[in-house]
């Protein structure tokens, strides 16, 4: 139920669900170089989540890559 909902939902260890709901946003958490830093990775699965992500770019232009 919640999953077909407009909600965000964040999934640890998603990837185990990939197969039955392949149209998504993978957001990987990375360290940086500093102990502080870290970097966050947005990997569109499908059209809906690539205009996202072209609006997060336009929106944070910026940040670093």
């Known amino acids: 139920e919640m999953m077909e909902s407009e909600a965000v939902i964040v ?3 998603g990837e ?3 197969p ?3 149209q998504h946003l ?3 958490l990375e360290y940086g170089e500093q ?3 870290r970097r966050m990775r ?3 699965r499908s ?3 690539e205009a996202l992500c072209e609006e997060l770019k336009k ?7």
Do not use: K, M, S, V
């Open 26 to 28: 993978e957001i990987n």
């Open 47 to 49: 059209a809906r989540y």
């Open 16 to 18: 185990w669900l990939q």
């Open 35 to 37: 102990e502080d830093e």
């Open 11 to 13: 999934i640890e260890w």
């Open 59 to 65: 929106d944070y232009a910026g940040f670093r890559d």
């Open 20 to 22: 039955e709901y392949p």
């Open 42 to 44: 947005f990997t569109p």
